[in-house]
């Protein structure tokens, strides 16, 4: 829709990558905390910022982020979806759900937050087995020797659809 695709214009980051050397993720960060000063309404520097965090270590950070970004557009899952998660993986279960159920309300049709919900609501009923079996880690970017395998923690390489469609039909 329009304001998701006025929110990716506005998000951009342009990271280069020099051919001897590579951006540390503290200079990444560096370079979110700058997207966020230069647009503080956006969402989306916050929630990339609570990747960073995360991916270092800093779990507080990594939420006070992801917090952050949830408050700037009560319509953005990607944060509530990484809280919920966190949340789920540090067993606080009663938080996990309360915070999937506000990404699904925001994205019923979103197979992942659906699958995060479920797996909120299962680790009330079960939580020895939500702790043994997880919840998969996420990526909301991957690039491998310079290609967008995974976009916007979706798999950029498939054509989901048509992959689905042509199996169907076998």
């Known amino acids: 829709d329009e304001r ?21 993720e503290i200079e990444l960060a560096a370079h979110r905390l700058r997207a966020a000063r230069e647009d503080p309404q956006s969402p989306l520097p916050p929630f990339h910022l609570g990747e960073v965090l995360w991916q270092l270590g800093l779990t507080a950070e990594a939420v006070n982020a992801w917090h952050r970004s949830a408050r700037l557009d009560n319509t953005f899952v990607p944060p509530r979806q990484a809280l919920s998660e966190a949340a789920l993986l540090h067993g606080d279960f009663t938080s996990a759900v309360q915070i999937a159920g506000e990404a699904l309300a925001a994205a019923p049709h979103n197979e992942r937050v659906q699958a995060a919900a479920a797996a909120a609501a299962a680790a009330l009923h079960d ?3 939500a702790l043994i079996f997880g919840f998969p880690a996420r990526a909301s970017l991957t690039i491998v020797n ?3 395998i995974v976009s916007e923690g979706e798999l950029a390489t498939l054509n989901l659809p048509s992959h689905i469609e042509r199996h169907n039909q076998a």
Not at 12 to 22: C, I, K, Q, T
């Open 4 to 24: 998701g695709r006025v929110l990716r214009q506005r998000a951009r980051v342009l990271v280069v990558v020099p051919a001897r050397g590579a951006v540390t």
């Open 127 to 129: 939580p020895v087995a």
């Open 146 to 148: 310079g290609r967008i």
